[in-house]
T-cell receptor
Framework: AQSVTQLGSHVSVSEGALVLLRCNYSSSVPPYLFWYVQYPNQGLQLLLKYTSAATLVKGINGFEAEFKKSETSFHLTKPSAHMSDAAEYFCAVTRRNNNDMRFGAGTRLTVKP | NAGVTQTPKFRVLKTGQSMTLLCAQDMNHEYMYWYRQDPGMGLRLIHYSVGEGTTAKGEVPDGYNVSRLKKQNFLLGLESAAPSQTSVYFC??????????????FGDGTRLSIL
């Protein structure tokens, strides 16, 4: 079975600083990986996804993530944090031809002025 | 442009009561899912459906039942609510087999409290 681990349940950065949210995955077969964002009182929205086309994936709102097979990682980054980035972020994994998506526990991002 | 719609948005129940949560999607998706979200645990899959008339158990199915009588609707039932079922419930949908690289689309959630 596949799984993801998100390192750090809370991350706090200053506005304009680099955002780095960590995700490591475990999968017996090549995975599909996703990052979702959840704003208060809303459902999850897709930020970006990795499906093996390119290891560096660009998403919405200036976020990107790099798939590193040797490190089994799929960390999410953004060069300059904005106040509107404050939310909870979830990493998720599925296996090919299997819609059983597994989510990490989430990382809450706080952006300080 | 509704996407995935969940009703109700909030509900308070007493222990032992029953209720049904409704999920409707207008994207013609084959697959539908029910998750529960609890602090520090991410989302856990309760049940899912790969097509009209089919359902399957996820990670945490006990205490819940589901039905998919129509392709666009997926119902989650609690027959005898327990305080441990206090949670936020999310419905999601996605395209079907062979599309596992496609994301799931989520509703805004149902906040359920069991007293």
């Amino acid at each position: 079975a596949q799984s993801v681990t998100q390192l750090g349940s809370h991350v706090s950065v200053s506005e304009g600083a680099l955002v780095l949210l960590r995700c490591n995955y475990s999968s017996s077969v090549p995975p599909y990986l996703f990052w979702y964002v959840q704003y208060p009182n809303q459902g999850l929205q897709l930020l970006l996804k990795y499906t093996s086309a390119a290891t560096l994936v660009k998403g919405i709102n200036g976020f990107e993530a790099e798939f590193k097979k040797s490190e089994t990682s799929f960390h999410l980054t953004k060069p300059s944090a904005h106040m509107s980035d404050a939310a909870e972020y979830f990493c998720a994994v599925t296996r090919r031809n299997n819609n059983d998506m597994r989510f990490g526990a989430g990382t809450r991002l706080t952006v300080k002025p | 442009n509704a996407g995935v719609t969940q009703t109700p948005k909030f509900r308070v129940l007493k222990t032992g009561q029953s209720m049904t949560l409704l999920c409707a999607q207008d994207m013609n998706h084959e697959y539908m899912y029910w998750y529960r979200q609890d602090p520090g645990m991410g989302l856990r899959l309760i049940h899912y459906s790969v097509g009209e008339g089919t359902t399957a158990k996820g990670e945490v199915p006990d205490g819940y039942n589901v039905s998919r009588l129509k392709k666009q609707n997926f119902l989650l039932g609690l027959e005898s609510a327990a305080p441990s079922q206090t949670s936020v419930y999310f419905c999601a949908s996605s395209r079907g087999t062979g599309y596992s690289n496609q994301p799931q689309h989520f509703g805004d959630g149902t906040r359920l409290s069991i007293l």
